[in-house]
């Protein structure tokens, strides 16, 4: 069965430095998603992502994120200057052709920022 | 605004008892429901979900939820508990149309299961 990758599984970076998280979603899939959780807080989204390029995006997805899809395959999520309080577990999502369809979670990275 | 309050942070269960999830969800127009669970270390992982039709819909591994428009709630159950469901619940709501229907999320129902 398909599914949703996402490396590295563990990123501890300072502050002040930038990460990039990789997603590669279902192949057939055309809407891109990114999601964080806090440690002990719900799942809030981030970002969405259609026909390259954002579709929607919250309040938390700043100047200091941006997302991108550079190939066919890949799917990023990029924090330019890394602050304590972006430590989470970040998910990427992708979902199919149709609203009806199911947004498939990868396992997550975990971001620790010290 | 479109919310999903999830009122028990915790339950505890024996193993083999029945179970009930809460959700009630917050949202203007027609939503789309839906229940994963998370088991540690884990991603998020699809139980079962409502988009219209039968209120009452199955999942996988025995679960099913019953939307209840009057109530604004969406309920997750399982009629006998394994010890493999202890993980953590959430519900969600998505909007119909658009090209985001980001998912809206509760706060998450820790379910432990006693032997």
């Known amino acids: 069965e398909p599914e949703v990758t996402q490396t590295p599984s563990h990123q501890v970076t300072q502050m002040g430095q930038e990460v990039i998280l990789r997603c590669v979603p279902i192949?057939?899939?055309?809407?891109f998603y990114w999601y964080r959780q806090i440690l002990g807080q719900k799942v809030e989204f981030l970002v969405s992502?259609?026909?390259?390029?954002?579709?929607?995006k919250s309040e938390i997805f700043d100047d200091q994120f941006s997302v991108e899809r550079p190939d066919g395959s890949n799917f990023t999520l990029k924090i330019r200057s890394t602050k304590l309080e972006d430590s989470a577990m970040y998910f990427c999502?992708?979902?199919?052709?149709?609203?009806?369809?199911?947004?498939?979670f990868g396992p997550g990275t975990r971001l620790t920022v010290l | 605004a479109q919310s999903v309050t999830q009122p028990d942070i915790h339950i505890t269960v024996s193993e083999g008892a029945s179970l009930e999830l809460r959700c009630n969800y917050s949202y203007g127009a027609t939503p789309y429901l839906f229940w994963y669970v998370q088991s540690p270390g884990q991603g998020l992982q699809l139980l079962l979900k409502y988009f219209s039709g039968d209120t009452l819909v199955q999942g996988i591994k025995g679960f099913e939820a019953e939307f209840k428009r009057s109530q604004s709630s969406f309920n997750l159950r399982k009629p006998s508990v394994h010890w493999s469901d202890a993980a953590e619940y959430f519900c969600?709501?998505?909007?119909?149309?658009?090209?985001?229907?980001?998912?809206?999320f509760g706060t998450g129902t820790l379910l432990a299961v006693q032997p």
């Open positions: 999502a992708s979902k199919g052709r149709v609203n009806t369809d199911t947004q498939y």
């Open positions: 992502f259609y026909n390259n390029e954002i579709s929607e």
């Open positions: 192949s057939n899939h055309l809407y």
């Open positions: 969600a709501v998505a909007g119909y149309g658009g090209a985001t229907n980001k998912l809206i």
